[in-house]
């Protein structure tokens, strides 16, 4: 049976066209900290950290822990969220 609510929360996570690239650039890049992600997208810092969050949340991405630094790649959700949306295509 499916869960609405979590199937909701996920949908919500990456219906936004910038967490969208988030995903295709950690899918081709993964272990990117958020600077990273702004700079190669060229977003603000600001924006592409609240990106992430809304990404961490229903668990697309997976954040790790390098010192100073938060690492970031897509979790198993994220990439089968990322091959249905390439299907969309």
């Known amino acids: 049976m ?5 199937a909701e ?3 919500r996570g990456f219906s936004n066209h910038r967490r969208i690239q988030i995903l ?7 272990e990117l900290s958020v600077l990273e992600v702004s700079n190669r997208l060229k977003i603000n810092f ?3 950290s609240d990106h992430i969050r809304r990404l961490a949340i229903p668990g697309l991405i997976i954040k790790r822990n390098q010192g ?8 198993p959700i994220g990439v089968v969220i990322l091959k249905f949306l390439r299907t969309l295509e």
């Open 2 to 6: 499916i869960n609405y609510r979590k």
């Open 24 to 30: 295709e650039l950690l899918s081709n890049y993964p």
């Open 9 to 11: 929360r996920i949908v």
């Open 68 to 75: 100073p630094n938060v690492r970031h790649k897509l979790s």
């Open 46 to 48: 600001k924006t592409a």
